[in-house]
């Protein structure tokens, strides 16, 4: 049974925004991005189908397919939610939706059984295409029905929900507007100082905010190239950029170190490169100097989420030593502080806090209400992440309060992962961290108490019985008699950390 998906956060300056002039005077994403496809070049390039679209040959699927999503009873704040990897496939489904009005909401590509039922369950979409027939129903939709050109879309619907990790291990569908996505996608162009001649080329998968922000809108609205890329592969990823004359890319720092120790590596193969932004675990002063030397690119830190997309990075022109040593600067009308967990009050320049968020690009909420009003304060996105400001504004991330594992770009909830575990007939307790890794950033590490022998190989098959996806497995498994304890009975994660490292070290 199908229901209606509704924003649960307002946003404090929602009427400044709205006002002539303001962030929020922007038109829906379907008019942005048809707009700016009128005048492109080739605008989309699949690397799975050689499928190379320009703005005209996008325009005219999009179209069809959203006539055939209407043959299907699609209509303005229905969910239509898919399963695929980056195939063209997925920008024709985002368009076809924002330009009947409905609701996009694609599932990560790698989820498994069990988790695309709980999120199923969280949309009750109108239209549910599976990744085994996704290529076949869009075909069929785009010969179905006639098409679509005029926009039921206002800047106030509802545009995606995309799902992200919590601390609880819960399914939390992350809510975003036309306008607050549009406003998003202009000015971060304008940030990065991307123009109609620049190219990207996108691995990270278009279910997370980052390719939907950089593989869909940022490339769509100004217009420029995008290439898509299906699974990533370090050496096909060399090849593209050469061939390609890639000239900016966005992706956890495991994607950068691959490309260069891929084999025949060299300068002058990426010298199209010009800008790498990366915001995930592990992106070290030491990465920032080695990346700029190797590629020969700007190479900078960013900050933000699924809930408020890249609310800080350093701009065109700064120094650039704010990019190897901060996470950036507020972009846009975005406002960040830093506030003590316990009070809320507002911490000095310079104390580390936990790091709260405001502007015209957050969330308009998670679709379970509950979640929003844990997750809000005041008016203020409490991120969970502990961080510094500087008097001139410039944010430094140190650390995480919620216990979320960053492997690869990927957010893994450890509660989830214990979760996993301790359904297992022979595991009585289980604690997941994330241990540091030069390549991943993080890797999972869990400690079991089991009344009988829990490896690496069990764990593997138990979590794929569970349908649980691969990357979220545990890649080292420590069987111990009992786990260390703090006063109030909960686990000493911190105790578990230094026990991994001497352990990694052996």
Same mark, same amino acid.
């Given at each position: 049974?199908?229901?209606?998906?509704?924003?649960?956060?307002?946003?404090?300056?929602?009427?400044?925004?709205? &006002?002539? +002039?303001? /962030?929020?005077?922007?038109?829906?994403?379907?008019?942005? #991005?048809?707009?700016? $496809? *009128? @005048?492109?070049?080739?605008?989309?390039?699949?690397?799975?189908?050689?499928?190379?679209?320009?703005?005209?040959?996008?325009?005219?699927?999009?179209?069809?397919?959203?006539?055939?999503?209407?043959?299907?009873?699609?209509?303005?704040?229905?969910?239509?939610?898919?399963?695929?990897?980056?195939?063209?496939?997925?920008?024709?489904?985002?368009?076809?939706?924002?330009?009947?009005?409905?609701?996009?909401?694609?599932?990560?590509?790698?989820?498994?059984?069990?988790?695309?039922?709980?999120?199923?369950?969280?949309?009750?979409?109108?239209?549910?295409?599976?990744?085994?027939?996704?290529?076949?129903?869009?075909?069929?939709?785009?010969?179905?029905?006639?098409?679509?050109?005029?926009?039921?879309?206002?800047?106030?619907?509802?545009?995606?929900?995309?799902?992200?990790?919590? &601390?609880? +291990?819960? /399914?939390?569908?992350?809510?975003?507007?036309?306008?607050? #996505?549009?406003?998003? $996608? *202009? @000015?971060?162009?304008?940030?990065?100082?991307?123009?109609?001649?620049?190219?990207?080329?996108?691995?990270?998968?278009?279910?997370?905010?980052?390719?939907?922000?950089?593989?869909?809108?940022?490339?769509?609205?100004?217009?420029?190239?995008?290439?898509?890329?299906?699974?990533?592969?370090?050496?096909?990823?060399?090849?593209?950029?050469?061939?390609?004359?890639?000239?900016?890319?966005?992706?956890?720092?495991?994607?950068?170190?691959?490309?260069?120790?891929?084999?025949?590596?060299?300068?002058?193969?990426?010298?199209?490169?010009?800008?790498?932004?990366?915001?995930?675990?592990?992106?070290?002063?030491?990465?920032?100097?080695?990346?700029?030397?190797?590629?020969?690119?700007?190479?900078?830190?960013?900050?933000?989420?699924?809930?408020?997309?890249?609310?800080?990075?350093?701009?065109? +022109?700064? /120094?650039?030593?704010?990019?190897?040593?901060?996470?950036?600067?507020?972009?846009? $009308?975005?406002?960040?502080?830093?506030?003590?967990?316990?009070?809320?009050?507002?911490?000095?320049?310079?104390?580390?806090?936990?790091?709260?968020?405001?502007?015209?690009?957050?969330?308009?909420?998670?679709?379970?209400?509950?979640?929003?009003?844990?997750?809000?304060?005041?008016?203020?996105?409490?991120?969970?992440?502990?961080?510094?400001?500087?008097?001139?504004?410039?944010?430094?991330?140190?650390?995480?309060?919620?216990?979320?594992?960053?492997?690869?770009?990927?957010?893994?909830?450890?509660?989830?992962?214990?979760?996993?575990?301790?359904?297992?007939?022979?595991?009585?307790?289980?604690?997941?961290?994330?241990?540091?890794?030069?390549?991943?950033?993080?890797?999972?590490?869990?400690?079991?108490?089991?009344?009988?022998?829990?490896?690496?190989?069990?764990?593997?098959?138990?979590?794929?019985?569970?349908?649980?996806?691969?990357?979220?497995?545990?890649?080292?498994?420590?069987?111990?008699?009992?786990?260390?304890?703090?006063?109030?009975?909960?686990?000493?994660?911190?105790?578990?950390?230094?026990?991994?490292?001497?352990?990694?070290?052996?």
């Amino acid at each position: 049974m199908t229901h209606r998906l509704r924003p649960t956060y307002r946003h404090p300056e929602a009427r400044a925004y709205r &006002a002539p +002039g303001g /962030p929020w005077d922007l038109p829906s994403l379907d008019a942005l #991005l048809t707009a700016a $496809a *009128r @005048t492109s070049g080739p605008l989309v390039c699949d690397d799975t189908s050689q499928v190379t679209l320009d703005g005209a040959a996008l325009e005219e699927r999009v179209a069809a397919v959203a006539g055939g999503l209407r043959t299907e009873g699609v209509r303005q704040g229905d969910v239509v939610a898919w399963q695929a990897p980056n195939w063209h496939e997925v920008v024709l489904l985002y368009r076809a939706c924002w330009r009947l009005g409905a609701v996009a909401a694609p599932l990560h590509n790698q989820a498994g059984a069990s988790e695309i039922e709980r999120m199923l369950n969280v949309l009750a979409p109108r239209a549910w295409l599976p990744v085994d027939e996704l290529r076949a129903r869009v075909a069929a939709l785009a010969a179905r029905g006639a098409p679509v050109h005029n926009s039921a879309a206002l800047p106030s619907h509802l545009a995606v929900a995309l799902f992200t990790s919590g &601390a609880t +291990g819960e /399914p939390k569908a992350v809510l975003h507007t036309h306008r607050g #996505l549009a406003y998003k $996608a *202009r @000015t971060m162009a304008a940030v990065h100082g991307l123009t109609p001649t620049d190219a990207v080329l996108m691995p990270a998968p278009m279910a997370h905010i980052s390719g939907l922000l950089n593989g869909v809108l940022v490339p769509g609205a100004l217009p420029m190239r995008a290439r898509f890329m299906a699974k990533w592969d370090p050496q096909s990823g060399l090849d593209l950029i050469e061939r390609d004359r890639t000239t900016f890319m966005i992706g956890p720092t495991t994607l950068f170190v691959s490309i260069i120790d891929a084999p025949g590596f060299t300068s002058e193969r990426v010298e199209s490169l010009r800008l790498v932004s990366s915001g995930t675990a592990g992106v070290s002063p030491a990465f920032i100097d080695d990346a700029s030397a190797r590629l020969g690119a700007r190479v900078k830190r960013s900050y933000g989420s699924t809930e408020a997309p890249t609310v800080t990075t350093t701009h065109a +022109g700064d /120094p650039a030593e704010r990019a190897r040593d901060t996470d950036g600067r507020a972009t846009g $009308a975005a406002r960040l502080r830093v506030s003590d967990p316990e009070t809320g009050r507002e911490r000095l320049p310079g104390e580390v806090g936990e790091v709260w968020l405001r502007g015209p690009e957050l969330f308009a909420g998670y679709a379970d209400a509950e979640q929003t009003r844990a997750g809000v304060s005041r008016g203020w996105l409490r991120t969970g992440d502990l961080g510094t400001v500087d008097t001139d504004g410039w944010l430094t991330v140190v650390g995480r309060i919620k216990d979320i594992i960053i492997r690869g770009g990927e957010n893994i909830s450890a509660a989830e992962v214990e979760a996993t575990l301790e359904a297992h007939p022979a595991v009585r307790h289980a604690v997941a961290i994330g241990v540091p890794d030069e390549r991943l950033g993080e890797r999972v590490c869990a400690f079991v108490v089991a009344s009988a022998r829990v490896d690496l190989k069990e764990c593997r098959r138990w979590f794929a019985h569970r349908g649980v996806a691969r990357y979220k497995t545990p890649e080292r498994v420590v069987q111990v008699d009992e786990l260390p304890l703090l006063a109030a009975g909960k686990a000493d994660r911190a105790a578990l950390r230094t026990r991994a490292a001497a352990l990694a070290s052996e």
